[in-house]
């Protein structure tokens, strides 16, 4: 009797790669961590140790690094653990938030723009390269200084949420849009998208199920590359004072103040600013192996 030959799948062969990418791994492991540690943490520091990221102790000002208080505290007394716990949420917050709108208006635009074709298709990419050749930073700075932040409030999170959300998505999806647009126009010639054709089904469900499914690959990798970067963007415009304002804190306005203080108070910039680059180190080295699992291509070696 013959062996029976066991199927496979891209989804199988990626998962078996990536396990055997140690550093992608290690990176997820880490990023994972991070993301609790920011999640759950203030919490755990209020219930175990009666600190916030909000209440100031005076007596306590400026103090270094104790059992206390394991990052110090800053010179209003507020403990710098449960700040970066607190900032790492925000910034986490506004990078994913951010990162899913520029991916559903990426997506959209790219896959509509790829299955149309023809002139349809050329405006919309023309549309793209003119978006793409003003400088994207430039576009959320004028937009963050121009709009106020209360006039933006929506279901109680606070106007500088919000802005600093759409600002950051609403620019982010145009390489996104030119990646999935490239992917459909190889998609829509073959067989099974003619099949779907042949027997009726409207454009908007070939696109839907048969299309932005097969684009997932190049997207999900995107997508880690892209967290990194709304991270930096959110954290050079804290820096700047254009991004989240007091008493909300975030990595950027963490460094920018650890900044300011560095010679006399290094711990208010070492742990903030450490914290956000093993992040941001950790996010890259995970899209990288997600890039090399998902390549059909790569060898099993």
Partial sequence: MSDVVQGTSLWKDAWRRWKRHRMSVASAVIVLFITLFCVFGPTIAYYTMGLDY??????????????????????????????????????????????????????TYGAISGYIGGLTDAAMMRFVDVAMSVPYLLLVIVLMAVVPPDAVSFGGLDGSFVLMFAAL????????????????????????????????????????????????????????????????????????????????????????????????????LIFPAGTMAITLFCMNFLGDGLRDALDPNASES
Wanted: net charge positive; aromatic share 6%.
């Fill in 169 to 268: 998505g609403l620019v982010s999806w145009l390489t996104l849009a030119r990646i999935v647009r490239g992917q459909v126009l190889s998609l829509k010639e073959r067989e099974f998208v003619e099949a779907a054709r042949a027997i009726g089904v409207p454009p908007h469900r070939i696109i839907a199920r048969h299309i932005v499914p097969n684009t997932l690959g190049p997207v999900i990798v995107y997508t880690t590359l892209t967290i990194p970067g709304v991270m930096l963007s959110e954290a050079f415009l804290s820096f700047l004072g254009l991004g989240i304002r007091e008493p909300q804190a975030s990595w950027g306005t963490l460094v920018s103040d650890g900044a300011n203080a560095m010679t006399l108070l290094p711990w208010l």
């Fill in 54 to 107: 909000i209440s100031q102790d005076l007596s306590a000002s400026s103090a270094r690094p104790s059992f206390a208080h394991p990052f110090g505290t800053d010179a209003l007394g507020r403990d710098l653990m449960v700040r970066t716990m607190q900032g790492g949420r925000v910034s986490l917050l506004v990078a994913f938030v951010a990162t899913s709108v520029s991916l559903v208006i990426g997506v």
